[in-house]
């Protein structure tokens, strides 16, 4: 380390500071300079910008005094220190100082000798140094000297013969030196080499080695510069209309690899693209297909757009999953247990879900069939995928269709497109890594269509185990075996999936949730998931049963447990609030405290609210979220006969209520009616909650019996509850979703449901808790109904 010494500030007789101190015999003022190397006996123009580089260069110049050239070891530092100057410079007199219109300083310096720096000097405005002058030693009268000195000589002037627009006067400049020490240092200080090489050449104080150096330096340089001649060659006899960039790019290559430098370019890309491709296990096909790419890349300027598209292609097919993935180790055993433990009920589902399992652990070769889980928002068909995956063993990965309306999102765009990519399933599998692995496509129940294609159309042949083995990507343009993953798709309802599609799928159906599941799942699952997420402990708030209940029943109607679980975690976060503030250490949350932490309750007993008087009859509907109750009401006025509908009511619908009053008119005097009378009132028939649009059939009972009611001025016993479409000879006919509707019944408080007799073998999916809490009503005719929901031996009131 270079040893940096202290001066006392000098003041003059009137005791004022000099400006600059004066130097001391031995002290050179240091100009540090970025990435060039002066050598002694050379002039070279060099420019300053630091403040207290331009300091040193007037100083010398004022007081017509040499200036030391150091190199910086690192370039990029600003403000240099002893550490960060190299230790042999070079002194040299500056010629000239000239200052240029825009304010740049630059000084014409001509080397003179070596020097070594043996200390820094404090106190002035610049670096300034004790040195120790290197006296460059006479030549020897050495044959090996001689020899060297002789060699060199040769190799410049063939160098300066070799490079273009060299002046005549330069070859006799260096033809005319006649001392080795001057003629090495020439040659080094103009030979296009790095400033570290020549750093290491100007400390070089041995005549002999410095000579070695710089002739295996010129020796180098020819070879590169025949190199380079033979490359122009070549390259000419082939170039024709190629620009000339592209023979730029040949040259800067040859050169690199004949030089061993070609890990940085584009030879080491080429080659690592190739061992990659080797380490991927394509197909045949596939491997054909990269590698005739890969040749294709090597023809390109890497610079080129198309370098870049065949690069990224290439990428992919690198990182997508080829290898066949290893054999599942299914243990249907603990697949039963991971699935208990992850979901509550769901009983169908879970032993489907396990044949499924022990099929594939007795055949791994077989194709399995592809799942559908059908069921309103929040019953857990998503985390069943999951669970499905933890219990195999397998990456699970999943595929949003919600919204997705353009068959490229399948199958990909194809390469001539500017961003192309591969479609969802592609970039699916790449992310998972592995070709075994679970792909849930979500809410394949949302999948659009337009200008774009049907993407609904791209999935016939991923969802089909048939054909998936060779399923054909559009970016890839090559076939992938899709046969390992395990497809689940899931959805709301089934109606807006295509036919093709849905035969191709197996569905499961999830219906919603009774009262008590609900509350066995929240107490299970959704208040310990709260409790962890709003950083409580279990020790620190107890929700008992009748506040779960009291939740489930007053702040939420759902199939599923989404809104019940955040109504949970607002219970949570009010009671986190307390703790975090100190006022409490411990909670206790029972039914009567949720009016204080969620409002009043949301949802009342509409039942009875809505039933006990003529013309208002209980109907059951299903929605894609689940089972609801539907209120119809009948009124009539006096009138021409007309039948006015509201409540936003779809053509099935309307038709419905229009059958209800051609078949009440029909048995007029079976409820004790004049048909003329009929003629001469008008029957208005609202559903309430006219903002949500109401369709289908399955009202057709509960409307007859709305009028029905109506006409004998009985009222509609307020616990019964129908469903069922209705014919023109009185025929209840079955409708669908019996479990929801059940479930929606119970949840309402109505004790008796009347629904077709056919629909009986529908009640096995209905869970024995609700099937014991509720009685039912089969109905064959319409006749049965009123003899079921209205009292009819009673009087007129």
Known sequence: MNQVIHLPDRSDSQGEKDTVPALPSDALVIIPVRNMVLFPGMVVPISIGRSSSIAAAQYAVKNDQAVGILMQRNPDVETPGADDLSSVGTIASILRYV??????????CQGQQRFRVTGYLEGFAFTVARIERIA?????????????????????????????????????????IDTPATLADLVAGYVDIKATEKQEILEEIDLRRRLDRVLDMLVHRIDVLNLSRDIDKRTKASLGQREREFLLREQLKSIQKELGEDASGNAAEIEELRN??????????VAKQAAKELKRLERMADGSAEYSMVRTYLDWLIEVPWKAPEPDTIDVGQARRVLDADHFDLEKVKKRILEFLAVRKLKPSGHGPILCLVGPPGVGKTSLGQSIARALGRKFVRVSLGGVHDEAEIRGHRRTYVGALPGNIIQALKKAGTRGCVMMLDEIDKLGSGIQGDPSAALLEVLDPEQNNSFRDNYLAVPYDLSQVLFITTANVLDPVPGPLRDRMEVLHL??????????????YLVTRQLEDSGLKPEQLAITDDALAAIIRDYTREAGVRNLERQIGAVCRRTAVRIAEGEIQTARVDAPDLVEVLGPAKFENEVALRAGMPGVATGLAWTPVGGDILFIEASRTAGTGRLILTGQ?????KESAQAALTLVKSRAATFGLDPATLEKVDVHIHVPAGAIPKDGPSAGVAMFIALASLFMNRPVRSDVAMTGEISLRGLVLPVGGIKEKMLAALAAGIKKVMLPARNRKDLEEVPLPARQQLEFVYLDDIDEAVLAAIDVARDAP
């Open 276 to 285: 990659l491709i080797e380490e991927a296990h394509m197909p045949e096909e």
């Open 99 to 108: 200052t240029t219109p825009d304010g740049t300083h630059h000084i014409v």
């Open 136 to 176: 460059e030693a006479a030549a020897p009268d050495n044959p090996e000297i001689e020899a060297r000195f002789m060699r060199l000589k040769e190799r410049a002037v063939e160098v300066l013969q070799m490079l273009p627009q060299v002046p005549a006067e330069m070859v006799h400049a260096v033809q005319g």
């Open 511 to 524: 219906a919603g949730y009774t009262q008590e599941e609900k509350r066995e799942i929240a107490r299970r």
């Open 649 to 653: 009511l779809g053509d099935v619908m």
